[in-house]
Structures are given as C-alpha cells and as structure tokens.
C-alpha cells in the first residue's frame, strides 16, 4: 500500500520559514516527486518538482524563496520556505509519480502565512 504522510504545516508570519516533509512509503520506483498547493476558491497549482536524476523546477510564484530536495535512500522529499507570504497560505500536497503506476498524493498540510 502506498502512502504520502506530509508534516511541517503551520502557522508562520510573514517572512518567516518552515520546512515541509513528505515521506514515502509501500513505492519503490518514484520517477518524479513534487509539492502542488491549493488555496481556498483557487485550483491546485505545482509549488516545485524534482526528478530521480535531481532536475528540479519551481512556480514562478515561488522562485528563488522555496527548494525542493530529496532523500532517495529516506524515500522522503522536503520544501524548506523561506521568505513566506500571505498569499502562500494553502493546503500543500505532496505527489509521487511512479511511471508505471501513477500518481500518488499525500492528504495535505495546511500553511498558513499571517501579515
């Protein structure tokens, strides 16, 4: 059975930090893991991705506030915040996509980033 479990939502005010986790478990072949977040009233959008072979990429939103990394041999992936906005505020997610079976999503963690 695989399972996402995310940690490291909170509250913060603006401009501070936090550092999100998502361990991976019951999934041997992740091709791709990523963070997408949804703010209320507004679609899922991707945050930022990485690939098996470390390639990242970034919403322009989050550019150059946010980095993505991955512990392969932990199966956890991490999205340390840095420099938080109120329009950051959202439910994040946490995807694993396996080539040969698919997408797989954690339940969320609330951000919530006040001014």
């Known amino acids: 059975q695989v399972q996402l479990v995310e940690s490291g939502g909170g509250l913060v005010q603006a401009g501070g930090s936090l550092r999100l986790s998502c361990e991976a478990s019951?999934?041997?072949?992740?091709?791709?893991m990523g963070w997408y977040r949804q703010a209320p009233g507004k679609q899922r959008e991707v945050v930022a991705s990485?690939?098996?072979?470390?390639?990242?990429n970034y919403g322009d939103s989050v550019k150059g506030r946010f980095t993505i990394s991955r512990d392969s041999a932990k199966n956890t992936l991490y999205l340390q915040m840095n420099s938080l906005k109120p329009e950051d505020t959202a439910v994040y997610y946490c995807n694993a996509y396996s080539l040969f079976l698919g997408d797989y999503w954690g339940q969320g963690t609330q951000v919530t980033v006040s001014s």
């Open positions: 019951g999934i041997f072949t992740i091709n791709r």
């Open positions: 990485i690939t098996s072979d470390g390639s990242t």
